[in-house]
């Protein structure tokens, strides 16, 4: 439970607000079909998901487990910080030819690629041992805060107060983080 729960909740939090939940907004007022963009966006999802839990098996036996827990924390520390900001909504282009999900595939893979829940990923891949329940709870949690973005779509930002929940989230990583960060450091 401990490889598949904490990534879960650190990627729903990391997400809201976020610029891959306003595209996957986007991407739903675009195509019409809301099952073939959900398909493309989880399978993106996963496919960054295992990338990033694949790249922090790496680090198992390499780094001691201290220094991946102060890693973890700043992974959150980052992650919360982030959401404290506005992300800028990303823009559509109109070029290409590609099908609906191989275009939403592709937009939504690129932009999650080196995105902070990635990295909050492979570190929880790391500390866990765990890299396939890891990427599993990761793509969960990223795919369970862009699924209200798919279904209201044109009408999320109306509907979600996103600055409140982005905030929110925020605050929440950064507690968590500093939790980490000052209990493996000794402090409390």
């Not at 900001?85 to 080196?114: C, D, H, T, W, Y």
């Not at 990761?138 to 805060?145: I, K, M, N, P, Y």
Request: proline share 5%; net charge positive.
């Amino acid at each position: 439970m401990e490889a598949l729960l904490p990534p879960l909740v650190a990627a729903f939090l990391a997400e809201w607000g976020d610029k891959t939940q306003l595209l996957a907004a986007m991407l739903a007022i675009r195509f019409p079909s809301r099952n073939s963009v959900l398909f493309a966006i989880g399978l993106a999802t996963l496919l960054n998901a295992a990338l990033s839990a694949f790249a922090g098996s790496f680090l198992i036996g390499l780094i001691p487990f201290r220094a991946l827990t102060l890693m973890t924390a700043l992974a959150l520390l980052l992650a919360g910080a982030g959401a404290l900001f506005p992300s800028k909504s990303p823009r559509l282009e109109s070029r290409g030819r590609g099908g609906m999900v191989i275009a939403s595939l592709f937009a939504f893979g690129v932009l999650q690629f080196g995105d902070k829940t990635q990295f909050i990923t492979a570190c929880l891949a790391a500390r866990s041992g765990a890299p396939w329940l890891t990427a599993i709870g990761s793509a969960c949690g990223t795919l369970a805060a862009d699924i209200p973005a798919v279904l209201l779509a044109n009408r999320f930002s109306a509907v979600v107060p996103l600055a409140a929940v982005r905030l929110a989230a925020g605050a929440m990583l950064l507690t968590v983080g500093a939790f980490v960060a000052i209990s493996i450091l000794g402090l409390i």
